[in-house]
C-alpha cells in the first residue's frame, strides 16, 4: 500500500491523465484540420491530397500482404532458380521407388 501514496506513483497516474485527455484530442483536432483543408481544394488537388493521406494506410496493407504471402509458403515452393541442382523427381530424404515405404507402419 506504500505504492498508492508515493510521490512517484502519482506522478505516474498524473502523466497517464494527461496522456488520455491531450492526445486523443490533439490528434481528431489535427484530423478535422487537414480533412476541412483537403476538403476545400480544386478537384484535382483534392484528389491528390487524399491520395497522399490515404497512401501510408495502402503501403501498411501491402507489405503486410507481402510479408504474410512469403509467411506461408514452404521450403517445397521456393523458386527453381535458387537451386543450384536440377531438380530430380526424387529426393535424397524420401525412399526410392524399389524400396518399401515405411510410413504404414
Do not use: C, Q
Not at 506461408?72 to 527453381?80: N, W
Request: proline share 7%; aromatic share 4%.
Amino acid at each position: 500500500m506504500e505504492v498508492l501514496g508515493s510521490e512517484e506513483f502519482l506522478r505516474t497516474i498524473g502523466n497517464n491523465v494527461l496522456w488520455l485527455l491531450i492526445v486523443p484530442a490533439s490528434t481528431v483536432v489535427i484530423g478535422l484540420l487537414v480533412a476541412v483543408l483537403a476538403d476545400r481544394l480544386a478537384p484535382k488537388g483534392e484528389a491528390v491530397s487524399k491520395a497522399l493521406i490515404f497512401m501510408p494506410m495502402a503501403i501498411s496493407f501491402v507489405g503486410a500482404s507481402t510479408i504474410w504471402a512469403s509467411s506461408t509458403t514452404t521450403s517445397r515452393e521456393t523458386p527453381r532458380s535458387v537451386s543450384s541442382t536440377p531438380s530430380s523427381s526424387h529426393s535424397a530424404a524420401s525412399p526410392s521407388r524399389g524400396s518399401p515405404s515405411t510410413s504404414g507402419l
